[in-house]
């Protein structure tokens, strides 16, 4: 099986801007999550979508967005870019079965906002 | 407090050497617990989930969990040059097995 896909893998921006990362689950996987991750907070979680609703949320202002289509593909959005947003974004799959579960993370996004 | 807390690194072990990682978590109806690997430059890489007190073996990797101390750790045997990285630890509280909640890891030196 292919693993979790993220696009672009590299990307720079201006501050004001807006940026939008894709990401493609392990194919059978429902759950898709994103993640911040800074030297400074480590690994943060963003929210989480399953069967297209957002099923939890993570501390983060409103500029960040996201949603998820009914293949499973997931987009998140920043709006408003701002410097401290320079970070890894990771996206990661979820597989269940049985009661335990399983976690899958993909290349990630590295954003520059300059 | 963090609600998820990692032994401060960096740890440096000769090679050969068991290493160990440490965690611990707030949150007593945490239930979940995985351990995951992560290269300079790249994502993490899930190692072991552990899910029951008691100990968990999978190669040379050893995974331990005792909830009523709401401790978890990581024992890596006969350690390699190849195992150097930062480990993190993950704990889900069971809202939602999508959301992970991460320590802020400890950076592994396994020397020849």
């Known amino acids: 099986k292919a693993g979790v896909t993220q696009t672009p893998r590299y990307l720079i921006k201006t501050r004001g801007q807006q940026v939008t990362l894709s990401c493609s689950p392990i194919?059978?996987?429902?759950?898709v999550s994103w993640y911040q991750q800074t030297p400074g907070q480590g690994l943060q979680f963003l929210f989480e979508?399953?069967?297209?609703?957002?099923?939890n949320k993570g501390n983060f202002p409103g500029r960040f967005s996201g949603r998820q289509f009914s293949n499973s593909r997931s987009e998140m959005n920043v709006s408003t870019l701002e410097l401290g947003d320079s970070a890894l974004y990771l996206c990661?799959?979820?597989?269940?079965?049985?009661?335990?579960?399983?976690?899958?993370f993909g290349p990630g996004t590295r954003l520059t906002v300059t | 407090q963090k609600e998820v807390e990692q032994n401060s690194g960096p740890l440096s072990v000769p090679e050969g050497a068991i290493a160990s990682l440490n965690c611990t978590y707030s949150?007593?109806?945490?239930?979940?617990f995985f351990w995951y690997r992560q290269y300079s430059g790249k994502s993490p890489e899930l190692i072991m989930s552990?899910?029951?007190?008691g100990d968990k073996e999978d190669g040379r990797f050893t995974a331990q969990l005792n909830k009523a101390s709401q401790y978890v750790s990581l024992l890596i045997r006969d350690s390699q040059p190849s195992d150097s990285a930062t480990y993190l630890c993950?704990?889900?509280?069971?809202?939602?097995?999508?959301?992970?909640?991460f320590g802020q890891g400890t950076i592994l030196t396994v020397h020849p």
């Open positions: 979508y399953f069967s297209e609703t957002q099923r």
């Open positions: 552990i899910y029951s007190n």
């Open positions: 990661a799959s979820t597989f269940l079965a049985g009661g335990s579960y399983e976690q899958y």
């Open positions: 949150d007593r109806v945490s239930q979940s």
């Open positions: 993950a704990v889900n509280s069971g809202t939602s097995y999508g959301k992970l909640t």
């Open positions: 194919s059978g996987h429902r759950s």
